[in-house]
Structure formats: C-alpha cells, structure tokens
Antibody, heavy 120, light 110 residues
Framework: QVQLAESGGGVVQPGGSLRLSCAAS????????MHWVRQAPGKGLEWVAF????????YYADSVKGRFTISRDNSKNTLSLQMNSLRAEDTAVYYC?????????????WGQGTLVTVSS | EIVLTQSPGTLSLSPGERVTLSCRAS???????LAWYQQKPGQAPRLLIY???SRATGIPDRFSGSGSGTDFTLTISRLEPEDFAVYYC???????????FGQGTKVEIK
C-alpha cells in the first residue's frame, strides 16, 4: 500500500534553514504529482507547494514563495522541501501528500507529518 | 484567490444523528474541484470526497457530498463514533494553480 514518510523536522532559529524529505513507497512515484501541506499547532491546513510528476512544474503558496523550494528525485522515490529564511509563522507539522490519480487537484494519501519549530 | 468559509465552526451531536456541513466559496469553483477531508487528533487528514460528490476509495456510503458553484455540502447520514473529527473542504483554482482549505468544522460528541 501507499506509504509516505516525512523526516527532517526539528527546531531551528528564525532566519535559519531546514530540509525536509518524504520517502515514498507502494506506488509508482514517478507517475504522480506531489504536494507539501502544513498545519500550525491547533490550526487548519495550508497548502505549501506542488511539483509535477516529472519535476517540470512547481507552484508555491504566496506565504513561502522565494523562501521554499520543492524538488524530487524519482530515482530514489524521494520528495524534498528546502526551507530558507524561516520565520516563527512557519512553525507547523509538514505533510507530504500524493495527488489523486487523474489530476493534481486533490490530496489522496498523506504521510504522518514532521514537526518544524522556528524559535530562538 | 478563492476563500472557503465553512460553517458551523463546531457541531455537538450524538451518534446516529444526521450531519450537514457547509462550505461556501467566495467565487465559483471551476470544474467542481472541491474535496472534503476528515482529520482526527494526532492523525493526518484523510480524503473523503472529491469532485464535490465522488467518494474516495474505502469511504463508507454514509458520507456524501453535493453542491456546485459556490455552495457545497458534506452529509453524514448517521454519525458513527469514529466520525467525530474535524472536517475540511478544499478547492483547486487553475489561475494561477493554488489549493486552498476552509478553516474546518469540528464535529464533537454531545
């Protein structure tokens, strides 16, 4: 079955950087677009970034544009999120999610998330 | 940017009751690219409904979605104990590509 496992979260100071990874298994990774979605403590869901199945298109939420970079390595079935210039408001659980077959529109399967805390 | 507003914020209900959750969009959701998710404490969200009315794989038929344009509804015909959770709607807009969520509705045990 589909499995997504995030890693790389932790505590970082404001202005710092962190790189998240998502290991995918149980499906043909190179055929599906992937997303990052975050959830601040006690808050709702916020879409962060999307990457097409072949990496040719990437889209970002305005709140992270210019600071975060989504990428993928289809040879290693891995999705990544490079986060720079981190702010306190970036504190959240970060989920990777696979798109539902047939398009980029919906978040079909989710990992369990990794917590990023931005604090001095 | 399309804003999704969910109502009510919290519902207090008993098992067996019928539930109707609302999701209203600030502009028409093109292509009916509207989904519903369920999230339980400490867990990742789970896709319930996509395309406004199609059930995702493995979702019980007590869950149903309806609506179009700016007004969408998630209905749970008879609440089971495992249905107490937070429910989010989500839409996709192609110009530019963005995905947005509503703020969520919590369904709690009365």
């Amino acid at each position: 079955q589909v499995q997504l496992a995030e890693s790389g979260g932790g505590v970082v100071q404001p202005g710092g950087s962190l790189r998240l990874s998502c290991a995918a298994s149980g499906f043909t990774f190179n055929k599906y677009g992937m997303h990052w979605v975050r959830q601040a403590p006690g808050k709702g869901l916020e879409w962060v970034a999307f990457i097409r199945y072949d990496g040719s298109n990437k889209y970002y939420a305005d709140s992270v544009k210019g600071r975060f970079t989504i990428s993928r390595d289809n040879s290693k079935n891995t999705l990544s999120l490079q986060m720079n210039s981190l702010r306190a408001e970036d504190t959240a659980v970060y989920y990777c999610a696979k798109v539902l077959e047939g398009g980029r529109y919906y978040f079909d399967c989710w990992g369990q998330g990794t917590l990023v805390t931005v604090s001095s | 940017e399309i804003v999704l507003t969910q109502s009510p914020g919290t519902l207090s209900l008993s098992p067996g009751e019928r539930v109707t959750l609302s999701c209203r969009a600030s502009q028409s959701v093109s292509g009916n690219f509207l989904a519903w998710y369920q999230q339980k404490p400490g867990q990742a969200p789970r896709l319930l409904i996509y395309g406004a009315s199609s059930r995702a794989t493995g979702i019980p038929d007590r869950f149903s979605g309806s609506g179009s344009g700016t007004d969408f509804t998630l209905t749970i015909s008879r609440l089971e104990p495992e249905d107490f959770a937070v429910y989010y709607c989500q839409q996709y807009d192609s110009s530019p590509p963005t995905w947005t969520f509503g703020q969520g509705t919590k369904v709690e045990i009365k």
